[in-house]
């Protein structure tokens, strides 16, 4: 499974902005798919998660704000990031799992795309 992140840039804190993945390889409907950030100086986490059944987990920290969904037909996961904030800055990746789950097991990444929030 081969990922590719776009949509990350530059934004004023309030501003939005929409983060796609693309897959390529295995089979798209059957993966759980996420996205997870690591913030300058600190380690990766969790962002938001959606299943093959289309049940969403989200962080507590984006959770109002982030909205993930995906396009099995075109083999694409979204992230729409709203009301972003500068504590939201990071290098945010897509995740890919075959075996499902939100951590560990079968997974894929993608290289990652930076936001970054100004005050």
């Known amino acids: 499974v081969q990922l590719q992140a776009f949509g990350g840039g530059l934004v004023q804190a309030g501003g939005s902005l929409r983060l796609s993945c693309t897959a390529s390889g295995g089979t798209f409907r059957t993966h759980s798919m996420g996205w997870f950030r690591q913030p300058p100086g600190k380690g990766r986490e969790f962002v938001a998660h959606?299943?093959?059944?289309?049940?969403?987990r989200y962080s507590d920290s984006v959770k109002g704000r982030f909205t993930i969904s995906r396009d099995n037909a075109a083999n694409k996961v979204y992230l729409q990031m709203n009301s972003l904030k500068p504590e939201d800055t990071a290098i945010y990746y897509c995740?890919?799992?075959?075996?499902?789950?939100?951590?560990?097991?079968?997974?894929?990444w993608g290289r990652g795309t930076l936001v970054t929030v100004s005050s």
């Open positions: 959606i299943s093959s059944t289309f049940g969403t």
């Open positions: 995740r890919a799992a075959p075996g499902g789950g939100i951590y560990g097991g079968d997974e894929y």
